[in-house]
């Protein structure tokens, strides 16, 4: 069983420098894990239990934590998620954003906004240690955090299914000011936005440009099996694009914002088509342990799997 992908959890070990950081300190960021009821009871425990041996200074969801809206009428959905929020706040101050699913169903071939506010803002956005990041920041002595809801138009372009809609991420994005003017200017700024596909875009690599690091997750590690490399390119994108840029790993942008794109818990989630779940066995749960150090040395990145089963 151990040998099985899925049964193992990647951990990727991103140590990042900078000269405004004065006490070296740690975040872990997860995405995707898409629980529903088809997720089994185990799957969240164990990263859980990695994420209390991390003992991170800070914990970042950034998005699809629920894998539909429609889930959340589950009352066992709604414990998983609510037992794993609760038990990680209790190791560090938590961020979360929402992404696509977090707040979209598909029914009848549309997409439908089925935003579940009573469970996200009443019950989760009160849990001590939790901090909702609803197009809002964050600030303590050691780092800067944004929080932004990409919007329905952004991810459902009508013009071009096969892509996200970039230039509506400009036009919706420049209406909050506070999230990328002004910045402080002497700790670390991070930005936690669930897809990254809007980065494609120029304009928008320029909103963004005064953060030190932008945490994303959606891309599902390019689906890549075993999760294997550093490279960036991955093998399918959720619009089905094939061979995606940027879907996956490390890397910087044109304006020094440096990108990580957490690879997530469920690659094929229980929306997907049953005949594509097998392919969940190809792939390992993925977390990041990012450490903010003095100085100036380049990004360092290192693999480990533990098994989880």
């Known amino acids: 069983m151990i040998l099985i992908p899925d049964h193992q959890l990647q951990i990727r070990n991103t140590k990042i420098y900078s000269p405004k950081i004065k006490v070296p300190f740690k975040l872990v960021a997860l995405g995707d894990t898409h629980v529903s009821e088809m997720m089994e009871k185990t799957k969240l425990y164990p990263v859980q239990l990695q994420i209390e041996k991390e003992n991170p200074d800070y914990i970042a969801l950034v998005g699809d934590i629920v894998d539909a809206p429609s889930q959340l ?37 549309k997409d439908i906004y089925f935003y579940q506010r009573h469970f ?3 019950i989760i956005g009160t849990i001590d240690n939790v901090h909702l990041l609803y197009n809002d920041t964050y600030q303590d002595q050691q780092a800067f955090f944004m929080g932004y809801w990409q919007t329905l138009d952004y991810y459902y372009n009508p013009n071009d299914v096969r892509h996200e809609n970039l230039e509506k991420f400009h036009e919706d994005f420049i209406k909050y000011p506070e999230l990328y ?6 700790t670390v700024r991070i930005a936690l936005i669930h897809s990254p596909e809007f980065t494609k ?8 440009k005064d953060y030190d690091l932008l945490i994303s997750g959606h891309m599902h590690d390019g689906c890549v ?8 390119t991955g093998l399918i994108s959720p619009k089905k694009e094939f061979f995606p840029k940027q879907a996956r790993g490390v890397f910087t942008l044109d304006t020094n914002t440096n990108v990580i794109v957490s690879g997530g818990i469920m690659k094929i989630s229980d929306c997907a088509p049953k005949i594509l779940h097998w392919a969940n066995h190809l792939c390992p749960m993925q977390m990041d342990s990012i450490t903010f150090t003095p100085g100036k040395e380049p ?11």
């Open 181 to 186: 003017q002004n910045l402080p200017e002497d």
């Open 201 to 208: 875009l120029e304009k928008n690599r320029q909103l963004i």
């Open 120 to 122: 996200w803002e009443d």
């Open 73 to 109: 009428q589950h009352t066992y959905v709604q414990k998983k998620i609510i037992e794993f929020v609760k038990a990680v706040a209790e190791v560090a101050p938590v961020f979360i954003v929402l992404g696509s699913h977090d707040y979209v169903d598909h029914k009848n071939q």
């Open 225 to 232: 099996p075993l999760g294997v490399g550093n490279f960036t």
């Open 299 to 309: 990004i360092e990145i290192t693999k480990t799997k533990v098994n989880k089963r």
